[in-house]
């Protein structure tokens, strides 16, 4: 695996954003994604989690983004996706991806792999 995150930017409150986690390796099918935030002077939190399509294909949030935020993955494209509608100054971070073999009941204290850099996420208000 070889993550690589895009599709960060700078957004007025209330935008949205769609952000990419592409495999290099092309073996990303075979495992769950995570997304992850870290915010200056935060310890890192884990935000969504999406099974690969062939174990259930569920999905995980944490409480402070369903609704608004909905994780996917396009396995032909080897890419999970995060799209964040409706954007709060508080989901700035930078957000990053890891794979698991899956996510389950305990997706995020999960051991992760293969992070990628991140991409950063900034909300204005």
């Known amino acids: 695996l070889q993550l690589a995150e895009s599709g960060g930017g700078l957004v007025q409150s209330g935008g949205s954003l769609n952000l990419s986690c592409v495999d290099s390796?092309?073996?990303?099918?075979?495992?769950?994604v995570g997304w992850f935030r870290q915010a200056p002077g935060k310890e890192r939190e884990a935000v969504s989690c999406?099974?690969?399509?062939?174990?259930?294909?569920?999905?995980y949030y944490t409480e402070s983004v369903k609704g608004r935020f909905t994780i996917s993955r396009d396995n032909a494209k080897n890419t999970a996706f995060l799209q964040m509608n409706s954007l709060k100054p508080e989901d700035t971070a930078v957000y990053s991806c890891?794979?698991?073999?899956?996510?389950?009941?305990?997706?995020?204290?999960?051991?992760?792999?293969?992070w990628g850099q991140g991409t950063q996420v900034t909300v204005a208000s």
């Open positions: 390796g092309h073996t990303l099918r075979y495992y769950a």
């Open positions: 890891a794979a698991a073999p899956y996510c389950g009941g305990n997706w995020k204290s999960r051991e992760y792999r293969d």
């Open positions: 999406i099974n690969n399509s062939d174990y259930d294909g569920q999905t």
